[in-house]
């Protein structure tokens, strides 16, 4: 996994400052060094979705359907433009993202949102 990082920050303090604010924003407590969340992964609404930071969320839905006696999966790419800001580790994780009302963005999820995940993945150092 890559170093800590938060996008829009040009350098290690702005990230610093903009993880504890993104955390007063998402009403949860920022993590200490060595256990920030770079990347989570969780099942949602029958589909399989990634959250990683600096990154749009993405995920994917296979479904079954038989077909002439025949067992056809097919699997569909799911993308959403909503960028992830800050992971914050916890039961469940609250992830941020560039949506309203950070900015004017839209988007299908809400900001913050929470969810249980599966996998984590925590910055190094």
Do not use: K
Request: glycine fraction near 6%; charge should be negative.
């Amino acid at each position: 996994m890559p170093a800590f990082f938060l996008p829009r920050a040009e350098d290690p303090d702005q990230a610093e400052r903009l993880y504890e604010a993104l955390a007063e924003f998402a009403a949860c407590e920022p993590a200490p060094p060595g256990q920030r969340v770079a990347s989570i992964a969780f099942d949602l609404d029958g589909a399989r979705w990634v959250a990683a930071v600096g990154e749009e969320l993405a995920g994917t839905r296979t479904t079954s359907r038989l077909r002439r006696g025949e067992l056809l999966e097919h699997t569909e790419e799911l993308t959403s433009s909503t960028r992830v800001l800050a992971i914050y580790p916890g039961t469940p994780c609250t992830v941020v993202t560039d949506a309203a009302p950070i900015t004017g963005a839209t988007s299908d999820w809400a900001n913050p949102f929470t969810v249980t995940p599966d996998e984590v993945a925590l910055f190094t150092g």
